[in-house]
């Protein structure tokens, strides 16, 4: 098979004397959609700090393939709008839109493109940027609130802006932490597919508490679990929920 | 002018009189009223002799300023005249040189009084002027205060005379002050510097390397400069002396130099400290830096300043119980600060808690008001406040001088960050500030009474401030500006130390203190403090994504 | 219910044809009219605006534009600046130095040198005053000198990203470190005193009343100028980046851009326009002095803000003249009562009029349909 998009060797985080991370090990592969889960405190939050350069590990490598060849792009050393730049997004636990900006502009601060200064100060919109913005507000389902605050939009709406925005970036990787929270169980499931319809041309990591969300998107890809800041299994979604460990440390415990 | 001096110096030795020896004061009059082909030898017999009658009456017979004073039948009596007291003629009294008392009348047992013209100066001659001169040079050496022994046995020593030597050596035999001695010592080898013998030069040289002699590298410096032909120059043994013995005495003063600053830099900073922490503890609860704060600190040291009048009013501004007003002003201070804190706090910060730059600014204009009430109330110059005894002065150990009131300074912040340390982690409140520290809101759901804990902390910090103007009232100018002075400062130790962390408190602040003060004699006060803002600056390079990295799930 | 939008979306139109009307009127009975009336009717007509009036409002030209400065930074990028009076200063003491130069041989020792270096013993000019005889020189170095510290020490800020109260506290120090080094008589720029006594600028008389005309419309050319550019700016995409950056900087972090360099760029820019506008304040006030650059000033330049109404571009502007002429009036009428007016003011637009003077119509009419509606139903928001 084809090399990693993303791989995370022997990487260390700790905060304070306690290791959030711990010598984890993790592979992306192009097209793949992985599912994360694990108890709180296991460092999923922390994962994604780490690999999107909000926060620097202690010891490992992290690299990033930006072609089909081997992952060789070490993106320790990057900060976060540099990592973005290469196509990696994210999408936060609690959704981050700008409250102030209508949907519309917040879509077309994230859409693909130059990011400099002069860029911006010149910017104009051309007719494939604003179908592609009409296209993206429909699968978003926020057409008709274009011209809306993104401030006034409900938790689950402004989930999907935010999930909008980062389709907007076009990036190879999507980084996507727990977006099911405060959503009803139709727009749950409405998540779902959408993540599994981008499932292909994008590589995904989803975080996420919900068991049946889980199970949706889990679809025969991978799921791993993180526990105490380290891969405990990694595998379909039934063998990880069969395994004794798992329900020890995580089902058993949550699910009672 | 030198007439009262005289004579002041005579009450003053009238005074003593009942301790000074008879033998002595016998001798000095039997010097005064001596046969005149006798009176110059006499007079120089009195050098060294420890009566405290001798300067001034010797520098009064110089001046013409001595009378002999007949009283009836009995032989005439040495006495200065002074003017009588509540006498508006002009008349004036004798003062017996004997006992320094009025002389009296025999018959009546009145003092005598005297028209300055009616009597006449014993009189000198050009040979006894230059022995009175002669004794009274080196007559400060046998004082009775040894402030003016040490005052003299140095100018003597400045003097280079080999003549004072004997009476110096002698007086180091009898000498108990270990000032005055180490000061004989340095006088005496002073001398032997130019010594005829080449190793008791060499000797003197050891002694006064030893000794730490300022003035005397002064004088091996220029004894080096000289050109090997000229004469004094040093031969080279002793010319690589000199210089070894230059070296060790620079070193000594760069060594005492830089403790010193030290010393005065740890009391800056502890100053600062105190400042800071007030600051520290309300921008750690509140997140905003309380503009107001240097006016806080100000209303404590006005508040000292009301305390010492009260003092003065109620005991007189000498006593004793006077001295104890600083202590009475500690908390008062801290009380009138913390309560004009809580009224900032419950009427303009309350509403701000969530918008931090606005409530700087809200702040700024409570700090403007302020400082005009200060001028109305209190005026706008500076006020006295007069440090209480214990406060003034110091000591010195190894050369370096220890100021009582940085002394004081330095024990009082150790003294507060115990306190504060002790409020913040020992006690229900610290508890409470603590949770509502690291968690607003779910502090106020589990039933911490948020608004009350707010208060309560902004009071406290508040009342910390006031503890730092009552301090600072002790080392500075009290005025309505005085805030703003030292504000800045103490920003600069909250940005750099960190968010209600003591610990980060006291070591910003102790390192700006020290650091600007070591800096300041090398660069001048300005360009100091301009460096330790840039040092700050680099500071927070030093430590990428801000001092205060946020690592929690969401962004801001 | 519908929320209107705030910001255009499309591409949002730089101005309505109302909107040009509001701009260009005012700006042209201002730059135009006035300094007309002032140089042709007769000195008694009423209707002669005089020439302290003008000097007046040349002055507030030249604060409004520090006050938009104070805007673009803290109402729409989020920084607080209490720095802001430094940059101006530097404006006006590196045009200070060109107008001291000009003066020549006038001056009260009748020397080629300034008063104040005849008076502290200079034997020569030192060299970097040399160029400063050029007005072309001492223009780029009133642009270029305040550029130059706000790229500095803006680098170093915004690359460690030091925001919020953090940032206030260092300009703030900043301000207050260059005041301590301008108040120095051997720092060589005339110490406390500062400059003064300025005679000439392009060979005209400055006491003559038509280059203090031409100054005042200057100023207002300026203020106008930089008022079209700031449209601009806050309009294009940029603006929305810059909000963008202001309510949440880390999602733009995320987003892929560069907030340090956006928030540089436009420090840098501020800085240079506020040390232009310093240097139009300089002749028309005629002296420069360090009390000019303290933190004081700086904030005082925020309450401008504040009271006239931040996010807005027309806020700053009637907010520094409100401001000011409120000074003057209170420095004369009540000296010991200005800075508990100051004072004052800034905890009452702090706590009860957070959107300053230009949010009073809006709040007029909600208050008026308040009152029109009974006061139980739910309400839209």
């Known amino acids: 098979m084809s090399h990693p998009i993303l791989q995370a060797e022997d990487v260390t985080k700790t905060y304070d004397g306690f290791r959030a991370i711990n010598a984890l090990n993790f592979y992306l592969f192009p097209g793949e959609l992985r599912t994360v889960i694990g108890p709180n405190g296991a460092g999923k939050s922390t994962f994604f700090d780490l690999l999107t350069g909000r926060a620097k590990p202690d010891t490992g490598t992290i690299r990033y393939a930006d072609s089909d060849a081997a992952p060789s792009i070490d993106l320790t050393d990057l900060n976060e709008y540099e990592i973005q730049r290469l196509g990696i997004g994210r999408k936060f636990q609690t959704p981050s839109v700008f409250a102030e900006h209508t949907v519309f502009t917040n879509l077309v601060l994230s859409l693909k493109g130059p990011r400099g200064v002069f860029a911006s100060l010149f910017h104009r919109l051309d007719s494939s940027a604003r179908d592609r913005l009409d296209s993206l507000l429909k699968l978003i389902r926020l057409d008709d609130k274009r011209h809306w605050k993104a401030g006034l939009l409900s938790h689950g709406e402004k989930q999907w802006l935010e999930i909008g925005m980062l389709l907007a970036s076009e990036p190879r990787v999507l980084l996507v932490d727990e977006p099911a929270a405060g959503m009803t169980d139709e727009e749950t499931h409405r998540t779902g597919e959408l993540l599994l319809s981008l499932r292909g041309q994008h590589s995904i990591v989803v975080v996420e508490h919900d068991m049946t969300f889980v199970k949706q998107i889990s679809d025969g890809g991978r799921v791993t679990v993180l526990h105490q800041g380290s891969v405990l299994c990694e595998g379909k979604f039934d063998d990880v929920q069969s395994n004794p460990k798992v329900r020890e440390v995580y089902l058993g415990r949550g699910k009672h | 002018m030198l007439r009262t001096l005289s004579i002041f110096l005579f009450l003053l030795a009238a005074a003593a009189l009942s301790a000074a020896p008879d033998a002595s004061r016998a001798r000095l009059l039997a010097a005064l009223v001596a046969p005149a082909d006798q009176q110059v030898a006499a007079v120089r017999a009195l050098v060294g002799l420890e009566d405290a009658a001798l300067v001034p009456t010797l520098t009064a017979w110089r001046a013409a300023e001595l009378y002999l004073v007949t009283t009836g039948t009995a032989s005439p009596v040495p006495a200065l005249l002074a003017p009588l007291p509540g006498d508006a003629d002009g008349r004036l009294q004798a003062l017996a040189v004997a006992d320094g008392l009025p002389v009296k009348d025999p018959a009546t047992g009145q003092p005598l009084t005297f028209a300055p013209k009616e009597l006449k100066a014993l009189d000198t001659t050009a040979p006894l002027r230059r022995a009175i001169r002669d004794v009274l040079e080196v007559a400060g050496v046998a004082d009775p205060s040894p402030a003016v022994r040490r005052e003299s046995i140095e100018r003597l020593g400045q003097s280079r005379k080999a003549d004072h030597l004997p009476l110096l050596q002698a007086r180091l035999a009898i000498e108990f002050s270990p000032a005055v001695r180490s000061a004989l010592q340095d006088a005496i080898a002073f001398i032997q510097l130019a010594d005829p013998a080449v190793e008791v030069r060499l000797q003197a040289i050891t002694d006064l390397a030893a000794a730490h002699s300022l003035a005397a590298a002064a004088r091996f410096k220029e004894q080096i400069a000289l050109p090997a032909d000229a004469p004094g120059a040093a031969s080279p043994v002793e010319l690589a002396a000199l210089k070894t013995a230059v070296k060790t005495i620079e070193d000594h003063w760069s060594r005492v130099n830089f403790f010193g600053n030290l010393f005065r830099g740890l009391s800056a900073g502890s100053v600062l400290l105190l400042i800071a922490l007030g600051l520290a503890i309300t921008f750690g609860l509140m997140g905003v830096i309380n503009m107001a704060h240097g006016e806080l600190m100000v209303v404590g040291a006005y508040a000292t300043f009301v305390v010492q009048n009260l003092f003065a009013a109620a005991f007189g501004p000498g006593s004793l119980a006077f001295n104890f007003y600083f202590l009475a002003a500690l908390p008062v201070a801290f009380a009138a600060a913390a309560l004009v804190g809580l009224v900032i706090e419950r009427g303009v910060i309350q509403f701000l808690y969530k918008r931090p730059l606005e409530s700087l600014l809200a702040t700024w204009g409570v700090s403007l008001a302020l400082q005009q009430t200060f001028r109305l109330v209190f005026g706008p110059a500076n006020v006295q406040i007069n440090a209480p005894a214990w406060l003034q002065g110091g000591t010195a150990l190894y050369d370096v001088a220890f100021a009582y009131n940085r002394l004081f300074v330095i024990g009082f912040a150790v003294l507060v960050v115990f306190g504060v340390w002790l409020v913040l982690n020992r006690t229900p409140l610290g508890l409470l500030v603590r949770a509502v520290m690291q968690n607003r809101q779910m502090a106020s759901c589990i039933g911490v009474k948020t608004t009350r804990v707010n208060m309560l902390t902004f009071a406290f910090g508040s009342g910390l401030a006031g503890l730092a103007g009552a301090c600072l009232s002790q080392l500075g100018n009290v005025g309505p500006g005085m805030g703003q002075l030292h504000i800045i400062d103490a920003f600069m130790v909250v940005v750099s130390g960190g968010v209600g962390n003591v610990l980060g408190s006291v070591a910003a602040s102790l390192g700006i203190g020290v650091t600007d003060q070591l800096l300041q004699p090398v660069l001048g006060a300005v360009m100091g403090k301009i460096l330790v803002l840039f040092a700050i600056i680099l500071f927070l390079q030093w430590r990428p994504g801000g001092l205060f990295p946020t690592r929690s799930r969401s962004l801001d | ?381």
Do not use: C
């Open chain 3, 1 to 381: 219910m519908s929320a209107p939008a705030k910001l255009s979306d499309v591409e949002p139109r730089f101005f309505t044809r109302a909107q040009w009307a509001s701009f260009i009127v005012p700006t042209l009975v201002l730059a135009l009219l006035l300094p007309l009336l002032n140089a042709l009717l007769p000195a008694d007509s009423l209707l002669r605006p005089s020439d302290f009036t003008l000097n007046l409002y040349g002055k507030y030209a030249t604060y409004a534009v520090l006050a938009l400065g104070v805007d673009l930074l803290w109402g729409y990028l989020g920084i607080l600046s209490l720095g802001q009076a430094l940059f101006f200063s530097l404006g006006g003491y590196a045009f200070g130095m060109h107008l001291l130069l000009m003066i020549g041989k006038d001056g009260q020792y009748k020397s080629d040198l300034p008063d104040y270096m005849v008076f502290l013993g200079y034997k020569a000019l030192p060299a970097h005053w040399e160029p400063f005889y050029s007005f072309p020189f001492a223009l780029a170095a009133v642009l270029l000198v305040p550029a130059l510290l706000a790229f500095v020490f803006g680098w170093l800020a915004f690359r460690s990203r030091i925001k919020g109260v953090y940032l206030s506290i260092l300009t703030q120090a900043l301000t207050y470190a260059a005041a301590l080094l301008f108040f120095r008589n051997d720092f060589g720029f005339g110490g406390n005193n500062g400059f003064t006594d300025f005679k000439r600028v392009l060979g005209a008389d400055l006491n003559s009343p038509a280059t203090r005309r031409a100054l005042y419309i200057a100023s207002i050319a300026l203020l106008a100028a930089v008022f079209l550019l700031y449209r601009w700016l806050t309009r294009a995409k940029f603006g929305h980046l810059m909000q963008a950056i202001r309510d949440g900087e880390n999602r733009v972090l995320f987003s892929g851009y560069a907030t340090a360099r956006y928030k540089l760029f436009v420090f840098v820019l501020v800085a240079a326009i506020t040390g232009l506008a310093g240097a139009l304040y300089v002749p028309q006030v005629g002296i420069i002095n360090p009390s000019e650059m303290t933190a004081e000033k700086s904030i005082e330049a925020v309450v401008w803000v504040a009271v006239g109404g931040r996010g807005t571009l027309i806020g700053p502007i009637i907010g520094a003249i409100f401001v000011n002429a409120l000074k003057s009036w209170a420095t004369r009428e009540a000296p010991e009562r200005w800075l508990y007016i100051l004072g004052g003011l800034f905890i009452v637009v702090v706590l009860f009029l957070p959107g300053g003077i230009v949010s009073l119509p809006t709040k007029f009419r909600t208050f008026l349909a308040k009152l029109r509606r009974p006061p139980s139903g739910p309400t839209a928001s």
